[in-house]
């Protein structure tokens, strides 16, 4: 259950991108982020999400904004996902789903009558001081940049 709210301090972080390299929320300081948390590399939505961002990433980069995406994937499938749709930007492997249960992303869901533990799709634009500024729980996947930089007041 998401019970972080814009003004509470952003939960530390530190997983390995598609490349393995460990990244963590510090490298962020004085950035504006925005991290967004999807089920699974390759499904359409999660796809729709990721190309949305992909085709406005200028206007985040041009906004002063850094982009993460995480998902319970590995490394290895990530780097392919992001390769079959050149992606700019890094997405985290949170398997263990640490990142996932401390921005309380990782819950309960209902499909077809059936319920499960997976990923509540959501976003978190952080702050440049490490502050959570926006939340965005109701994702548009197919519009999802233009839902992000219009809360944050970026123009088209």
Request: charged share 25%; proline share 6%; with cysteine.
């Amino acid at each position: 259950m998401i019970n972080l709210k814009p003004g509470d301090p952003a939960p530390a972080f530190s997983a390995p991108n598609e490349k393995g390299e460990t990244i963590t929320l510090d490298q962020f300081k004085g950035q504006k982020l925005v991290l967004y948390f999807y089920p699974k590399d390759d499904t359409p939505g999660c796809t729709a999400e990721a190309c949305s961002i992909r085709d406005n990433y200028n206007r985040f980069l041009n906004n002063g904004f850094a982009v993460l995406g995480v998902s319970p994937d590995k490394e290895t499938k990530h780097q392919k996902f992001i390769d079959k749709y050149d992606l700019p930007f890094s997405l985290l492997a949170d398997p263990d789903h640490q990142i996932l249960e401390a921005y309380g992303v990782w819950g309960l869901k209902k499909f077809m009558g059936r319920e499960y533990m997976g990923v509540i799709r959501t976003t978190f634009i952080i702050d440049e001081n490490g502050k959570i500024a926006e939340v965005i729980s109701k994702v548009k996947t197919k519009e999802h940049a233009d839902q992000i930089l219009d809360l944050m007041g970026v123009a088209s």
